[in-house]
Structures are given as structure tokens and as C-alpha cells.
């Protein structure tokens, strides 16, 4: 993409010397080339390793070349032309201006060590979805009675001074790594009860998502709270949002446990930093021996097609993710248990050979067929002491096969399930993508994934330690998780012992899975009272509904909906449709609803521009705050907060009137919104208006900024 960094591998960032503030002018037209002008110290070393970040996550885009032109101490101008090329692509010119004034963590403080297989593969799929909300995973539960919201921030604090995953961020590079930082506040949110529907904050909380290049993956959000009593009003719900590259769900509950111990002991946890910790676990499985983990997925994966997920494009055809859930009642799921254990099997083992007959029916077999999907591993059955009280991302997805013959049981179905589950224990530690490598297709993970939630134990007195302080709490349960997967089903245990299932999946791949759910619950409520010894699979594959005559779903995105019996009445399925600013608009082609613009400072006189603060994710509201109380000029200062996913067209609607108004002078912020800043400014150029200049530096040069905005808007206006 630039000359001379067409390596596919780019060097690592080295740290930055100084504050440098980088002045974009997008173009007119919109064509043309973008220039930059730098203040400040300028590494050279620095600009070849972001151009060269750039080169390798731009592959196939015509070469751009840079050159640099000295004006003074302290001042450069970057100009990029394409000797006479043709480009489809404009140069990304807002990325390259937040890698020069991303500040990279250099201080001895600051530990850091290499990304797990795992981690890197989680980082990836994130990355390559950009604006949605992959990988990030919500838990919630109510709280009854009062809550001393001052000693539940404290408390937090007190975990995340104390967890050091808490105080992590992916750093990239060759190879990405993770940086521990010192110090990190507790991203704690109270919203007061009335302020907005609950649905609609776990919609907005959901699609803000989680930068992991930011320290801190977790997020907390309170909805109401206060001094009431248990009868003084509706409970406080609290919701933890955090991201899968850092943490897993057995992490957040061993977090929430963590966070009582720390609330009920007025607000601190004794002790100092956990250890052992995420680096401890990286030096460790640095060390595994991967030969016996590649013999045995090499042995028990069956090579070539096998059933997976039959949906077909057309039959979603949506945008968007869904999301439906089902119960089980307490006496199903007991039941369920009950029978499961009889066959030496459990509730997990079940819930896996329903899928797998699924599968079998769904892709139209008619005789002895394998079928292939994922499940997960808590990753902690391995033998590192202490990592069943260690938070991080260890929870892996691996590919299940199996092979489902009508002819054979329903207890040698299970005891299949049983031996496969025994033989993936002994290699918790092996990431899907290493499989991959090793088996080449057959290692294909499928399309769907089963995820059971086990919970860490040791709540035992809980209850009565917060009764005795005067409050109750619910178990936290999963809201569900978008992954790589275009169908991912979670099964957990509410608080009355009903087995729940939530599924997630990509509207484009399936329109609805409310039907995918009955007949799994179908299955789960009459395998206990149908299956002995001698039942065929045969006979339970027909209470299902006849596969479709080519493979594939039809048309509606659904089964078909003839032959199974229906659900019992105790057994519901409901589509949950997100709502509220940032819900996807149809009349957009899928894009967010814009923002609302904050006005932080009034313009001087009717004529003044408008300055725009474009806010970056894990930068506070007060910083920006201060930055319009500094500034001079008689500009308006507006704040656009991070369009959801950092979605520029967002972003764009919120500005429109702005700049056809010819108002809009400048798109300021701090490193982190540069890429959005600058494609804002690309839109409006498109429109046919005079596109604002961008300015972008670090969050330590806030006054500087003030000043620097304050010249750029004076030049344009």
C-alpha cells in the first residue's frame, strides 16, 4: 500500500517521544490525496513501522508513496501520492494519525508478554467485524434493597486493583501482546431508575462494545440503586459488559464473587495482586508439548463433509444479530439430569446429542453420517495450580465430531459424546485454530456452537452474608454472545434451577430461532421419557420434522413446520429485538442511528462555525469538558459522542446539517477517533461541501489541543 512496506508481517510500534498533533486535509476533491501536517517529534523509525501497519492490513492495495517535507523544529508535512495509479481505496489516513499519537506503554511498570493461540484468534475475529458487537458478552442480575453506590464503585475499584486482567489491553504488532497497566479506574456507570427502559440499555451497553486496546475489559452499569429498602421500590439491575479476548464467563463470576467479598467488607479487599495471573499461565503454556494434542485431534476427527449448519444465505437474509431464549422448567431440567447420569452421562452430554441429531436430520442423512460442530472447554481443567481462581480468557471453542447412526441407541449416542468430552479434557489448553492446523478440514469447526456454563463454586454462605446486611442479589446470568459462529447457543441455570437456553445468530444466515430452540427443548423433555436400551435413534429422529428435500433451509429461514408434536405449554421461545438509539435503521441499509450531539460550548455570534469534539472510546466526558472550557475562539464546541461500533455514517447524519450549513470547520479529538474522524470528513467531501480539517493528538495535550483547534478553525474561517 506505501512504498517500501509491502511486508505482510509490520514491526511493532516504538514508543512515541513527546506529544505530536497531526493536522488532516482530507482533499478537494475527493480524490485527491490526503495531507498531513505534524507537530512535534517526529521518529522516523515510527512513521515506517505505521505505514508499514497499514501496508500489511491493506494487502493488494495499489502502493501509495510517501514523502516528507521538513518546514522547522517540530514541523513536517506528509504528503501521499500514487505516481499516476489507479486507487479504489483511499488511504486510510485517519488510522495512520492514531498510530502516530497512540502513546505505546513504555514505562518499567508496565508488564507485557505475548498473546495465547486463543487470544490471537479471538483478536482477529473482533477485528474483522468491525462496528458490531463480536466477542462481547453481558451479565446481569438484580439487586434487592439498598445499595451504597459510593461502596460499590470502591468495591470494583478494589477488584480491579487487585486482578490484574482488569488492567489489561491488547497491544498490536507482529505478534499481538498484552500490556498490564498500574493503575485503571473502574469503568462504573449508574443510570437512574426511569432515565431509560432496561431492554434498551443492554442494547446501547451491547453495541458500544468493548475497546480492548484500551485498558480495562469490563465494564459495569447500574440501573437505579440507591438507599431504598427491599419494599421501597423496583430492585437495581446491574450489568457487566466485557469483552472474550481478556475474559471468559467463568472469569466475570469469579469478578462478581470477588466484588461481594470486597462490598460486603465495606468497600476493599484484603490482600495484595493475585497471583498466579495471565502471564504466569502464557509462560506456562508456552511450555505444553503439542505432539500428543495433535495425535489425538489427528485420530478422533472424522475426515471429509460431514453435517454442520444447513442454512442457506437466503434463508435469513436479515442484518443484524438475533436473539431468543428459551426455559426448561426445574422438573425438566432435573429430569433431564437424572436420566442423563443414569447412562453415565450429564446434562452437557445431552444437550450436545440432541444437537448432534439436529444436525443429522437437518442436513437430509438417511444412514450412518457424521456430523460436526463446537463446543467449549472451561480451560481449566489443566494442571497449573490455581487457575480455577485465575480470571482470563481460557474458555475455548473446539470442534466436536461425531458420528450418529440411526441404527445404533440413544445410550451409545451418549457414551460416544461421553468419550469425546474425556479425550478434549486432557488438551484444554489447545486453541481451535492450532487444531485447524494440525487436520486441515477436518478440523473445520462447523457452524454452530454450544457453550454450557458451569460457574465457578464457592458462593456457599453468600445469601446470608447479604441478608444479614440488609440486601438480596440473584445469580448473574448470561445475556448471550455474537462469535465467530453464526449460531451460538448458550445453555445456564436460572435461579430456580430451569435449564435456559439463549441463542445468538447472524440474521443473514437464519431469519428466526425460535423453531431451532422447540425442537432442541423437544428433544431435552422426551429423550428422559422415550430412551431405553433398546430405542433406536431412529425412532426419537422422528419426532422431528422431515428434512427439507435439498439441504439447505427454506426460503423462511425456518424448519419446515410439519411433524413434530408441539412444545408442552411450559416451554416458550421469544425473539429479542433490541431497541433504542443505535438500533440498526432498515430506511439506512443497516447502519446506526446517529448519535446525539452534546453542545459543550455556545457559539460567540449567530455566524461563528462549529468546532467537533469526536469523542474516543475509554477517553472520559470531563476531558472534553475542559478542552471547551479552554478553548478562545467564538466557535461552537459540540461533542460527538462514539457513534455506535464506531460507525462514521452515524456520525455523518449527526454532523449533516452542520456542514451543509457550511458551519462545520473542524473534527478534533484525541488518539482513538482519528479513522472515524477522517472517514467523517470523506463523507461530507462526497456531499459535495467543503470537508472539515481533522485534528488529532494524545489525550496528555489537552490545553495544546485547545490551541491547536483554535488556529485550525481560524484558517478556515
Not at 498490536?172 to 432515565?195: F, K, M, N
Not at 462447523?446 to 441478608?467: F, I, K, Q, S, Y
Not at 438509539?581 to 446525539?596: H, I, M, V
Request: proline share 11%; hydrophobic share 40%; charged share 20%.
Amino acid at each position: 500500500m506505501t512504498d517500501g512496506h509491502s511486508s505482510p508481517v509490520p514491526p511493532q510500534l516504538p514508543p512515541r517521544k513527546g506529544v505530536l498533533t497531526v493536522v488532516i486535509d482530507p482533499g478537494r476533491p475527493p480524490g485527491d490525496a490526503p495531507v498531513l501536517e505534524l507537530s512535534g517529534p517526529l521518529e522516523t523509525a515510527r512513521l515506517e513501522a505505521a505505514l508499514a501497519r497499514l501496508a500489511a492490513a491493506h494487502t493488494g492495495a495499489p502502493a501509495w508513496h510517501h514523502r516528507v517535507h521538513r518546514h522547522g523544529p517540530g514541523r513536517h508535512t506528509l504528503r501521499l501520492t500514487t505516481h499516476g495509479a489507479t486507487v479504489r481505496e483511499a488511504f486510510p489516513a485517519g488510522r495512520l494519525a492514531d498510530l502516530l499519537t497512540h502513546k505505546v506503554p513504555d514505562t518499567p511498570t508496565a508488564r507485557s508478554f505475548p498473546a495465547t493461540p486463543l487470544q490471537r484468534e479471538l483478536i482477529a475475529d473482533a477485528d474483522a467485524h468491525p462496528g458490531t458487537d463480536h466477542q462481547v458478552e453481558q451479565l446481569t442480575w438484580a439487586w434487592y434493597g439498598p445499595l451504597d453506590l459510593e461502596r460499590f464503585t470502591s468495591a470494583w475499584q478494589s477488584v480491579v486493583d487487585r486482578e490484574s486482567v482488569l488492567r489489561a489491553a491488547i497491544d498490536d504488532g507482529p505478534e499481538p501482546r498484552i500490556v498490564l497497566h498500574d493503575r485503571v479506574t473502574a469503568d462504573v456507570v449508574q443510570v437512574p431508575h426511569g432515565a431509560v427502559a432496561w431492554h434498551t440499555l443492554v442494547g446501547r451497553d451491547r453495541r458500544r462494545g468493548i475497546d480492548i486496546r484500551r485498558p480495562g475489559p469490563l465494564r459495569i452499569t447500574v440501573l437505579g440503586g440507591g438507599p431504598a429498602g427491599r419494599d421501597g421500590g423496583a430492585p437495581a439491575r446491574v450489568l457487566l459488559t466485557y469483552h472474550h479476548a481478556l475474559l471468559d464467563g467463568w472469569s466475570a463470576r469469579l469478578l462478581v464473587r470477588e466484588f461481594y467479598r470486597a462490598y460486603l467488607a465495606g468497600g476493599r479487599l484484603p490482600g495484595g495482586e493475585r497471583r498466579p495471573d495471565l502471564g504466569d499461565y502464557t509462560r506456562w503454556l508456552a511450555g505444553r508439548d503439542t505432539a500428543p494434542a495433535r495425535e489425538l485431534w489427528s485420530r478422533i476427527l472424522h475426515p471429509g463433509p460431514a453435517a454442520t449448519w444447513p442454512a442457506r444465505p437466503e434463508a435469513g437474509g436479515g442484518t443484524g444479530t438475533g436473539r431468543t431464549r428459551l426455559r426448561l422448567t426445574a422438573d425438566q431440567t432435573e429430569g433431564l439430569t437424572t436420566w442423563a447420569a443414569h447412562w453415565g452421562s450429564t446434562e452437557s452430554g445431552a444437550l450436545q446429542a440432541a444437537w448432534a441429531l439436529l444436525l443429522y436430520r437437518s442436513g437430509g442423512a438417511r444412514d450412518v453420517a457424521p456430523v460436526r460442530f463446537s463446543t467449549t472447554v472451561s480451560g481449566r481443567g489443566i494442571p497449573f495450580d490455581g487457575v480455577e481462581y485465575m480470571p482470563g480468557a481460557l474458555r475455548s471453542p473446539l470442534p466436536l465430531s461425531l458420528v450418529v447412526d440411526p441404527r445404533s441407541s440413544v445410550p451409545e449416542l451418549l457414551a460416544q459424546v461421553r468419550d469425546r468430552a474425556l479425550d478434549m479434557a486432557a488438551y484444554e489448553w489447545v486453541s481451535a485454530g492450532q487444531i485447524r492446523s494440525w487436520t486441515g478440514d477436518a478440523g473445520d469447526p462447523g457452524d454452530t456452537l454450544l457453550v454450557v456454563e458451569n460457574p465457578p463454586r464457592g458462593t456457599d454462605g453468600l445469601a446470608a452474608a447479604c441478608a444479614a446486611q440488609g440486601f438480596a442479589v440473584d445469580p448473574p446470568e448470561s445475556l448471550g454472545v455474537r462469535t465467530a459462529f453464526p449460531l451460538t447457543v448458550v445453555a445456564h441455570h436460572d435461579s430456580d434451577g430451569g435449564l435456559v437456553l439463549t441463542a445468538c445468530h447472524d440474521r443473514a444466515r437464519l431469519a428466526d430461532a425460535t423453531e431451532v430452540l422447540t425442537h432442541s427443548a423437544l428433544l431435552l423433555g422426551e429423550l428422559p421419557r422415550r430412551a431405553d436400551p433398546y430405542t433406536p435413534l431412529a425412532e426419537i429422529l422422528e419426532l422431528l420434522p422431515a428434512a427439507p428435500p435439498a439441504v439447505g433451509m427454506p426460503p423462511s429461514g425456518r424448519f419446515p413446520p410439519a411433524g413434530a408434536p408441539p412444545p408442552p405449554p411450559h416451554i416458550t421461545a421469544q425473539e429479542e429485538t433490541p431497541a433504542g438509539p443505535g438500533t440498526p435503521d432498515p430506511a439506512q441499509d443497516g447502519t446506526f442511528a446517529p448519535p446525539a450531539l452534546v453542545t459543550l460550548r455556545h457559539a460567540a455570534h449567530p455566524d461563528a462555525g462549529a468546532v467537533c469534539l469526536v469523542q474516543s472510546p475509554g477517553i472520559p466526558r470531563s476531558l472534553y469538558d475542559r478542552l471547551a472550557r479552554a478553548y478562545r475562539g467564538p466557535e461552537e464546541i459540540v461533542l460527538l459522542p462514539s457513534p455506535p461500533g464506531g460507525a462514521a455514517h452515524a456520525g455523518f447524519r449527526a454532523l449533516r446539517p452542520l456542514a451543509e450549513a457550511g458551519r462545520l470547520l473542524v473534527l478534533g479529538g484525541f488518539s482513538g477517533c482519528g479513522a472515524v474522524a477522517y472517514e467523517i470528513a470523506r463523507l461530507v467531501a462526497l456531499e459535495g461541501v467543503r470537508p472539515p480539517l481533522v485534528v488529532l493528538t494524545d489525550a496528555t495535550a489537552g490545553t495544546a489541543l485547545a490551541r491547536t483547534l483554535r488556529t485550525v478553525a481560524e484558517r478556515i474561517g
